[in-house]
């Protein structure tokens, strides 16, 4: 599948690859089976409308609700929703070139249930990288009702240096 958009190609080669490019260790980790569904389908870098002088990422993936993304009642898990906000801002931060982060601030509101089967469109965009901290913003929608599922604001920042005990 070819992903749209003007993102740098080397970028949008690796994602074709998800699995390998989140975990290159081989190891069973938290998640594998919903990075395994996760395709990636757009990520562009543009100057950003409101400010000219900066630029906005915006990456798109597309997944189909699985058993193993339900909660008791039917429905995608809170926590699911929070690891794939987590994951897929991530993404459009390393669209931008950053890659070295940890997360400082998650936050999100619940919309909308999913249940097993509906496709989820998560669109995932930045509103500010600097060189200490980046935000992106997540909407996930859920493409088979035309509702949005969750919001999310990721705010990472650059690790602090190792101590040196």
């Known amino acids: 599948m070819k992903i749209t958009g003007n993102a740098d190609e080397t970028f949008k080669q690796s994602m074709l690859d998800l699995p390998n490019f989140i975990d290159r260790t081989g190891r ?11 395709v990636v389908t757009h990520a562009s870098v543009d100057k ?9 990422g915006k990456v798109i993936c597309e997944l189909v609700v699985t058993e193993d ?14 690891y794939l906000i987590d994951m897929c801002s ?3 931060l390393m669209a931008c070139g950053q890659y070295v982060h940890v997360s400082q601030s998650l ?3 619940y919309h909308s249930p999913a249940a ?15 060189r200490r901290t980046m935000t992106a913003r997540t909407e996930i929608w859920n493409a088979t009702k035309h509702r949005l ?15 040196k005990l």
């Open 116 to 130: 097993l089967g509906e496709k989820l469109r998560i669109i995932n965009t930045t509103m500010n990288v600097g």
């Open 107 to 109: 936050n999100i509101v």
């Open 69 to 82: 993304m339900l909660n008791g009642g039917g429905n995608v898990h809170g926590g699911c929703s929070a």
């Open 90 to 92: 991530t993404l459009v």
């Open 48 to 56: 950003k409308a409101e400010e000219p002088l900066k630029t906005e």
């Open 149 to 163: 599922i969750a919001s999310g604001v990721h705010i990472k920042m650059a690790p602090s240096p190792s101590s």
């Open 28 to 38: 069973s980790r938290f998640g594998d089976s919903i990075i395994q569904g996760l």
